[in-house]
């Protein structure tokens, strides 16, 4: 079984020749834009390789969690005040951007936890942004930066027992965890999904805990096992999106992220309550094979990945 960490050449990869990415990194913080701009972004991928950058996936993702007051989603990731507790893992967190954006809306008194992650080698620039990022001492304080190398049990197991340990009895040990632009590489599909497996686990295991994936398209034949694995053990579906117009009136419903270069997507995903009681398979190329699904030790593929792609060929960019 490989982990993600057994390979230290995954953040410089072979010819490996990237800039630094632009876009509009969060809402209303000259800070952050200053932490993610184009010469950070480089110094950091000169240090930290493909985890230096931002990448395009992390942008909507963002967008997403701190929507702009003319945007609605469908379903929402809301702050509102009268919200319960929210705990959240986000995983390959490279940077920072979209954990620190989320640490800005955290509260002391719910019992809001944040976990960003990464492999220990990138745990350094993790530390550095949110000490840049996140100046307020009482939200610093709920934030924890862990290593977590993908299909390292180790590693998974040492975060589930700090939130547990740290849980109030009126909050879940967690609630969401975070995906951005995490499914690229087929060496760490499996890791990946390991991990995911993992975390949604009990005592983790909840009908309300949500793993939100935002996924770029960038090879479909090196990704698609992902997906039609992800979805035997996960339900999921895209976020949609509709505008406020200038005449007061809403846009159509449509998938967010089709107005984006990719295309891109967001997912929502649940773990299948039945799937808490099948076997996971020890061996990566099993597990990327659907064994242990529905109970049955037989390959097997899911084809939600496939269908959403057939409904989204009427996506128009804008």
């Known amino acids: 079984m ?70 609605i989603f469908n379903p929402a990731f809301s702050y509102e005040e009268k919200r319960k507790s929210i705990r959240i893992i986000e995983l390959g967190s490279g940077s920072g951007m979209v954990g620190i954006n989320v640490a800005l809306s955290l509260k002391l008194q719910l019992g809001d936890r944040l976990v960003l992650t990464d492999l220990s080698e990138v745990c350094p620039l993790l530390e550095g942004n949110l000490e840049a990022g996140c100046k307020d001492p009482n939200l610093r304080d709920l934030i924890y930066v862990r290593p977590l190398a993908w299909g390292n049990s180790e590693h998974a197991n040492r975060i589930r027992s700090e939130l547990v340990a740290d849980q109030r009895s009126h909050c879940p040990p967690l609630t969401h965890i975070l995906c951005s632009d995490l499914v690229y590489f087929p060496e760490l599909l499996a890791p990946l999904l390991r991990t995911l497996i993992d975390l949604t686990s009990r005592p983790f295991a909840s009908p309300q805990l949500e793993v939100l994936i935002s996924y770029k398209i960038r090879s479909l034949p090196k990704e698609t096992p992902f997906w039609a694995a992800f979805g035997l053990w996960f339900t999921y579906e895209p976020v949609l999106v509709r505008e406020h117009l200038p005449d007061s009136s809403l846009s159509s419903w449509r998938r967010f992220g089709s107005a984006f270069e990719g295309p891109m997507f967001i997912f929502i995903a649940r773990r299948r309550p039945e799937s808490l009681e099948w076997i996971i398979p020890s061996e990566d190329n099993d597990l990327l094979a659907g064994f242990g699904a529905y109970g049955t030790m037989h390959p097997k593929v899911d084809d939600t990945f496939e269908n959403i792609l057939f409904m989204s060929l009427g996506d128009t960019t804008e």
């Open 2 to 71: 490989l982990d993600s960490e057994s390979n230290p050449n995954f953040n410089f990869p072979k010819y490996l020749d990237i800039q630094p990415s632009t876009f509009s990194v969060a809402k209303d913080s000259s800070t952050l834009s200053s932490i993610y701009g184009h010469e950070s972004q480089k110094q950091a991928i000169e240090t930290y390789g493909i985890a230096g950058r931002v990448w395009e996936a992390a942008y909507i993702l963002n967008i997403y969690l701190n929507p702009p007051s003319n945007l």
